[in-house]
């Protein structure tokens, strides 16, 4: 029963203040810093996210997370430049990984280690600026509910006698891959994070 309501709750949070529009929809070909980032740049910064989480040994949920902020950020009226400078988003990554894991992660990348991840172009006070920025645009809501958080509530509602934990492990395990592929396809962002849960489990 708790879970059904966890689950309730999560779909309120998702509707009330977590869904993402077609951000991309409308932007030039090209502006005076060159071309705009599209579904590719999106792409290679999804991918991007999940490799940095798995180098530092942290959840893809993770993941998930710092790309619901960065993707979040820039369909705000604040962030909507950022996506007109290929820099500017690249620098809004960082700093998406950066928080999430600050406040998902028992142990957070340090200003150093992010310096680091963007070649030393990016400083300690670049990062913080930034997160400030993206902060105020996405009203901090940092605790969105993920597709993974959505697969591992439904289930918690089978009971253990009809699906046993080896099976539960498989299932998980099938359905995060799926979840990870999902998060740098932009036709995905736009979906529902519990939408994705249920495909991906019944897919599983």
């Known amino acids: 029963e708790s879970d059904g309501m966890t689950i309730e709750a999560m779909l309120q949070q998702e509707r009330s203040g977590y869904l993402v529009p077609d951000f991309l929809a409308t932007l030039p070909a090209s502006t005076p810093l060159g071309e705009p980032v599209d579904i590719f740049a999106r792409q290679k910064i999804a991918e991007w996210c999940l490799t940095i989480m798995e180098v530092c040994g942290y959840e893809s949920e993770t993941a998930e997370i710092a790309i619901s902020y960065l993707d979040r ?8 430049a950022i996506l ?7 620098l809004a990554a960082l700093t998406a990984v950066y928080t999430a894991a600050k406040v998902h992660e028992q142990q957070a990348l340090t200003p150093a ?5 963007s070649n030393g172009e990016r400083t300690a006070r670049d990062i913080e600026r930034m997160e400030l920025r993206m902060l105020q645009a996405i009203q901090w809501r940092m605790n969105p509910p993920t597709s993974s958080a959505f697969v591992r509530h439904h289930l918690d509602l089978i009971p253990d006698d009809i699906l046993d934990y080896n099976d539960r492990r498989v299932i998980l395990e099938l359905s995060k891959i799926q979840i990870n592929s999902s998060l740098s396809d932009y036709e995905f962002c736009t979906e529902k994070s519990s939408q994705v849960a249920f495909a991906a489990l019944l897919n599983a």
């Open 84 to 90: 007109l400078d290929r820099k500017e988003y690249q």
């Open 73 to 80: 950020f820039v369909s705000s009226r604040n962030g909507r």
């Open 113 to 117: 280690v992010i310096s680091r991840l």
